[in-house]
């Protein structure tokens, strides 16, 4: 069976750095294509970084040179390093793990203040 435990996230101040994490179960990490995602209030969801199945990395453009995804297999875990970051980084936070089908955390809160 497939789950997705989240963890990390909270409050900091813009400049600051974050580390999400998210634990995946019945995954084959070296081969899902895996992301993170954000939502904003009164905003869709969007994406911040994936990795594909091939090992290719994406960012989107607002994030750039600040986030930085990984994956590490032996812990079935995949990260997303955040640092400088900024107020319009404010939003919930998913991760998402194509394995058997979409697969998504339960969502944690990053807010950025001034």
């Known amino acids: 069976q497939v789950g997705l435990v989240q963890s990390g996230g909270g409050w900091v101040q813009a400049g600051g750095s974050l580390r999400l994490s998210c634990v995946g179960s019945?995954?084959?990490?070296?081969?899902?294509?895996m992301g993170w995602y954000r939502q904003a209030p009164g905003s869709q969801r969007e994406l911040v970084a994936n990795?594909?199945?091939?090992?290719?990395?994406n960012y989107a453009e607002g994030v750039k040179g600040r986030f930085t995804i990984s994956r590490d297999w032996a812990r079935n875990t995949m990260y997303l390093q955040m640092n400088n970051i900024e107020p319009e980084d404010t939003g919930v936070y998913y991760c998402?793990?194509?394995?058997?089908?979409?697969?998504w955390g339960q969502g944690t809160q990053v807010t950025v203040s001034s």
């Open positions: 990795i594909e199945s091939s090992g290719r990395i």
């Open positions: 019945g995954i084959n990490f070296k081969i899902a294509p």
């Open positions: 998402n793990i194509y394995w058997r089908g979409d697969n």
